[in-house]
């Protein structure tokens, strides 16, 4: 680049020598206030030291060819000629090019400048300067000046910057522009970025490969679709920049953590091309113009060879997937590329509205199967010192479908956890996995129904026999249904997903949530209930995108999903009279489709098992009927519901409770507790008194009126004192 500088050298002293000669610069010492001949001189003189004076313009004029062919036949493969034909530039535009970057190099041209431009404030190269430098004959500018147009290649491509208010009270000639510091950096041979809190290089996916194999291979063979040889040049780039076709898309969909940037950073690796990461997400969240981030990416694409990661795709688009207005600029722009351009989003967004009617190849990155997802938490474990119970990969990998990524961080997570809790004991270390993996779930389904929290365990539910047995059936299917339908293959002959459907039948009270509660506990596993009455919606189409959301989320939560009231959207299709009977039978038949579709565990609670439409009771792996507690069961309720710590009073009786009142257990569970709150005003004991008063409130909500016969003895104490 130093011969280019000389040559600049020269052109600036016969621009300098044309305008003296022309009385075009003015000798009166306050002319610019002021930048003297003699100090012009002593600036330039260095050039023309080393070539031997001249005071000859032409002589001039030739010297400075000479030097371009000097820097030609010498710059080949340098970052000067990578821009040249990277860019396609003319030798006007590289001039041009020149001209800006210089004061990047040496502090001496902002001084010069002012000098040409008669002003000592304007430091910068202005249109008007350029052209006189290298333009030459008038009609030669004129012809010229569409390459510093604001839509030529130049500034179109990021190259150049218009500087801002330089003309804003003068002729676009003396408008100032300026190199863009990506630019300079790279002519320059820096190898950092210009400072971007979006645009990053993407480091070293190449440590672990090895627990990324499976999503390598996703993008095998990619490299052909770029044109690229051993040194990283286009196979047309001698043809210019207007002679290369763009390249398509790469679309790469899928979960976080599934290894679509370390895919991307081998394809390019392959193809002997770094990578860069922008976080579209977080630049939107902090107000940053995408049009312009992308703009200063593709230029940093290009200059430094690289491919182009673009993370979160969904930031283009509004809530319902509709893409926003700027949208449209930041495709144009990326669809113009040669190099390889991925863009990363989740499963479920309809990414083909932002790309329409571009080319682009989609590739689908999804959680490794069991077997791999097992093998994944071994070598996790060991890469970072935990020694794993015997059955804990099994057991990880049977509950949680993790991506590789989110499996490393729920390690890191859980080694960070048990040391700090236990040290280096191994006692309790799948237990802080499992609450990691927990945790590395998408938590996207909190949004749209409630995480049930339940404390009890398998010992506190008072069902009969028969109703147990099958709950717990239902917890050893959702534990070994990876032994049945992947060891055993009945996956393969699985016609839609492979997620457990239970139906819990049962009057409100008799413990369905409480069941459900316990046996995502003992899977350590999540449970969201989802309340279908507030699903449900009267506007048409309402209802399918809410529940499209739900399951959405549901895919990556690893929960139980525990849909309460199911009887408001479960329930018998109607014969078809009018537009709502025919809409709410689509709604139905969606819902039906989604859980078909879904691969966890679905548990829907109903009043009433007859109430259930057949189609969704045909599909069910389980039904369980949650009876009405019967005396005995009563009375082991009322004892279970008072805490050891609770006071009770001795003649508090449970065996009368539970024969003279057939409610269910969530009744009973209001009673109790109306009681504790009436006793803590009332001496601090729970007794008789409480009890019954409490009894008699619950019936009086429930529409029932209170009798002597239904309290018998304890009835006086169902009278309020005044």
């Known amino acids: 680049m130093q011969s280019e500088l000389r040559r600049l050298d020269l052109l600036l002293h016969r621009e300098v020598l044309r305008l003296r000669a022309a009385y075009g610069l003015s000798l009166d010492e306050f002319r610019g206030l002021y930048v003297s001949d003699e100090q012009v001189d002593a600036l330039i003189g260095r050039a023309l030291r080393e070539g031997g004076a001249a005071e000859d313009v032409a002589e001039l004029t030739e010297r400075a060819e000479l030097l371009r062919e000097e820097a030609e036949q010498k710059g080949a493969g340098l970052p000067w000629a990578r821009v040249a034909s990277e860019f396609g530039l003319s030798r006007f535009e590289r001039d041009v090019l020149l001209l800006a970057v210089a004061p990047e190099v040496e502090p001496k041209y902002e001084t010069i400048y002012a000098y040409l431009n008669n002003n000592v404030a304007h430091k910068w190269p202005t249109f008007e300067l350029a052209l006189r430098l290298f333009a030459g004959e008038a009609n030669g500018r004129y012809t010229l000046r569409a390459h510093l ?24 000639l003396s408008g100032g522009f300026a190199a863009h510091p990506a630019l300079s950096l790279f002519l320059l041979g820096a190898d950092a970025l210009p400072h971007s809190r979006f645009i990053k290089r993407a480091h070293g996916p190449a440590e672990e490969m090895a627990s990324h194999d499976f999503a390598y291979g996703v993008l095998s063979g990619v490299e052909r679709l770029f044109p690229v040889d051993g040194e990283g040049r286009d196979e047309d780039e001698e043809q210019g920049a207007g002679g290369r076709r763009p390249s398509p898309l790469l679309v790469l969909e899928g979960p976080a953590g599934a ?6 950073a081998a394809a390019c690796r392959s193809m002997k091309l770094s990578l860069l990461h922008v976080d579209l997400s977080a630049a939107r969240d902090a107000g940053e113009a995408l049009p312009a981030l992308l703009r200063e990416g593709v230029l940093l694409q290009r200059l430094r060879r690289a491919g182009l990661y673009l993370e979160h795709l969904e930031a283009l688009a509004d809530g319902e997937g509709n893409p926003l207005p700027e949208a449209s600029e930041v495709v144009s722009e990326l669809a ?7 863009l990363a989003c989740g499963e479920a967004f309809p990414w083909r509205k932002l790309l329409s009617g571009r080319r682009y190849v989609p590739f689908y990155f999804s959680a490794p199967e069991y077997e791999e997802r097992k093998r994944v938490w071994e070598e996790q474990a060991s890469a970072r010192g935990l020694s794993l119970p015997a059955g804990a ?8 479908e993790l991506t590789p990524g989110r499996i490393r961080e729920a390690v890191e997570a859980a080694r960070d956890a048990h040391l700090a809790a236990c040290g280096d004991g191994e006692e309790t270390v799948l237990e802080f996995l499992m609450a990691a993996a927990r945790a590395q779930s998408d938590s996207g389904l909190g949004k749209l129904a409630v995480k049930v929290s339940v404390r009890q365990g398998w010992e506190d539910l008072v069902l009969p026999d028969v109703t147990l047995r099958q709950v717990k059936e239902v917890a050893a299917a959702v534990r070994h249904r990876q032994v049945v339908y992947g060891e055993w293959g009945f996956g393969e002959r699985a016609a839609a997903g492979r997620g457990l459907k239970v139906l819990f039948a ?25 309340d279908l009455a507030g699903v449900v ?14 399951f959405n989320a549901a895919r990556s939560s690893n929960a139980i999903l525990f849909f309460d009231e199911a009887d408001a959207l479960f329930g018998k299709r109607s014969e078809v009279k009018d537009a709502h009977d025919r809409y709410a039978n689509i709604e139905v038949a969606y819902l039906l489709q989604k859980m078909e579709e879904h691969e966890g565990a679905v548990i829907l609670a109903s009043n009433l098992s007859k109430n259930i439409d057949t189609a969704f009771s045909r599909r069910m792996h389980y039904v369980v009927e949650f009876p009405m507690p019967d005396e005995t069961h009563r ?3 009322w004892r279970g519901m008072f805490p050891a710590s609770a006071p009770l009073g001795q003649d508090v009786d449970f065996a009368f409770l539970s024969k003279q009142f057939p409610i269910a257990g969530g009744d009973i569970r209001i009673v109790a507790l109306d009681a504790a709150f009436l006793a803590v005003c009332d001496g601090r004991l729970i007794t008789m008194r409480q009890l019954v008063r409490a009894m008699a409130r619950q019936m009086t909500k429930q529409g029932r009126t209170t009798s002597p016969t239904d309290f018998k003895q304890y009835h006086p104490l169902t009278v ?3």
């Open 149 to 172: 147009l604001p839509d030529a290649e130049l500034f179109r491509a990021g190259l150049l910057r218009p500087l801002p208010g330089t003309a804003d009270r003068v002729t676009w």
């Open 259 to 264: 290894g679509r940037l370390k895919a991307a």
């Open 336 to 342: 113009a590329s040669r190099l390889p351009v991925f």
């Open 393 to 400: 990969s099994a057991i990880l990998a049977g509950r949680f």
């Open 506 to 530: 049962g009057a409100s009270g008799t413990g369905k949530t409480m069941t459900a509660g316990v046996i995502a506990s003992d899977l350590g596993l999540d449970l969201y209930r989802i």
């Open 537 to 550: 919606s009267k506007y048409i189409g309402e209802t399918e995108k809410n529940l499209d959301r739900i």
């Open 635 to 637: 009375e082991r309720l």
């Open 720 to 722: 309020q004192d005044v």
